[in-house]
């Protein structure tokens, strides 16, 4: 039986998102919770953005020491081979892509003006898969953009290509947000039928149904025989209204109705680390997680009304669909109301030296400190807010690592592409 697996892409669609973006200690920090949670793959960047590239490969040397394993990193391209070959050159190492181009006439016509056609799109895209496969790729998705608005024997026309050229994976990006969970469910087992290729599916929530419209789609690959990789982003941040939510479709894939005693995960999801996961990406978004949001929201748990409380007090089971402590919540969090010493980009070494020791890590003396509090200012220039103590343990842990995350060179004048 065919399964469903998990491809986040908060590091991609999320931080692409108008008026947010996460600083790349953040980004890194958002894999290490995506892998701790047993998340299949994280869409971790953009490999031909030159300020990314040292992020890239600061943590795919992550993965290499065994940090950032087993999830696996992606990074997302635009189908057009020019684009690998830089991909390549400010990344090599990079081994997982997906490539991206758009397949509505819409699109082509909206954005190639006339000047490229289907035909194009086809050898484009074939183009793209096999120059990656030449510098070294392990793994390919293509992305057929807007493919909820492509006409459907194109659509297959397309996977079928891509299929031919050794890709892997074909994600059908309902990028406007447009299907519903019946047309998903329609296209994607039609397109699982007839092409065979495992599919991803990546939906957003222009009209309030990406979860709805993701574990349909699920159920379409899965009904056509093939496996489903869901795209999600924590806390649902992305383009517009957003992407489908993580712990939510999670929920939503293991908990609904009679859903997973057909449709399971491919691999275990320890959904105990959400809210740790949730609260972080909402802090370093600067987005407040609604009060209503699926698992992780202050409402999730709350009861007020006489004859929910007293029903819930009786039998938790009466008014709530699974347990607070599934979700990793439950543990006091200790907020200080007093005096307080943060981490900022000028902190002093007593200062820091005292915020380390209450996270028992303590340091010989101060020559010992004072590289690693270097490092917390700098995440600090660019953060520009207080290091979480995750973040600050993971500067202290890895410091050569953290030093090349840090490290922004923007390119001479003439280089700047
Ligand atoms: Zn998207």
Partial sequence: MAKIYFIDVTNRDGVQTARLGLSKLEKTMINIYLNRMGIFQSEFGFPTTAHESLYLQANLELADIGVLRPIRLEGWVRASAADIERAFALVPSIRHLNLSISTSDQMINGKFQGRRGRADILRMMTEAVDTAWEHGAKSIGVNAEDASRTDMAYLVEFALAAKEHGAHRIRYCDTLGYDSPFSIYESVKSLAENTKMPIEIHCHGDLGMAVANSIAGAKAAI??????YINTTINGIGERAGNADLVATVLAVTKSKGFAERY????????TKAWR?????????????????????ANAFAH??????????????????????ELGRGEPELV??????????????????????RMAMSFKDTEDARPILELVRYANVEAQQPLVKDELLFIARYPQIARKLLTLTPPDGTAIS
Avoid: W
């Fill in 336 to 357: 200080e109301t007093g005096r307080e010493i943060c981490s900022g980009e000028y902190s002093g070494v007593s200062g820091f030296r005292h915020l380390m020791g």
């Fill in 277 to 297: 996961l949730a609260k972080f990406a909402s802090y370093a978004f600067g987005v407040p997680i609604p009060i209503n949001q699926p698992g992780v929201g």
């Fill in 264 to 271: 399971q995960l491919g691999k275990p999801i320890d959904l």
């Fill in 223 to 228: 009904d056509g025989g093939q496996d489903a």
């Fill in 304 to 325: 007020a009304s006489g004859i929910h409380a007293d029903g819930v007090l009786k039998d938790p089971e009466n008014y709530e669909l699974y347990d607070f402590a």
